[in-house]
């Protein structure tokens, strides 16, 4: 089971971003998805998160209406679009697969991207 993040990196305030998660090693199109950013006092975000199909969507306030969630389940691939982007979206971005079964959850993360937003 993988999940490899790319996208981030250094960007000035105002500037965009577009993260990728690339899955393998388990089915792709039965697990939600969800972008979690951890900042430098380890406290962990969900920032976003969408359904199965890719018709139900969950924004945190603090990115509602800049940051966009997506999936492409032909690819393994959930994308997240990051737009107007602010000192305080300074964070590693992990990315986060969860599925419900009966026994409970199951969980895959990825190793995550630095993200920082700095003049």
């Known amino acids: 089971v993988q999940l490899v993040e790319s996208g981030g990196g250094l960007v000035q305030p105002g500037g965009s971003l577009r993260l990728s998660c690339e899955a393998s090693g388990f089915t792709f199109n039965s697990y939600g998805m969800r972008w979690v950013r951890q900042g430098s006092a380890k406290e962990r975000e969900l920032v976003a998160a969408i359904s199965t199909e890719p018709g139900s969507t969950y924004y945190a306030d603090s990115v509602k209406g800049r940051f966009t969630i997506s999936r492409d389940n032909a690819k393994n691939t959930v994308y997240l679009q990051m737009n107007d982007l602010k000192p305080e979206d300074t964070a590693v971005y992990l990315c986060?697969?969860?599925?419900?079964?009966?026994?409970?959850?199951?969980?895959?993360w990825g190793q995550g991207t630095q993200v920082t937003v700095s003049e």
């Open positions: 986060n697969a969860e599925k419900w079964g009966r026994t409970g959850p199951t969980n895959h």
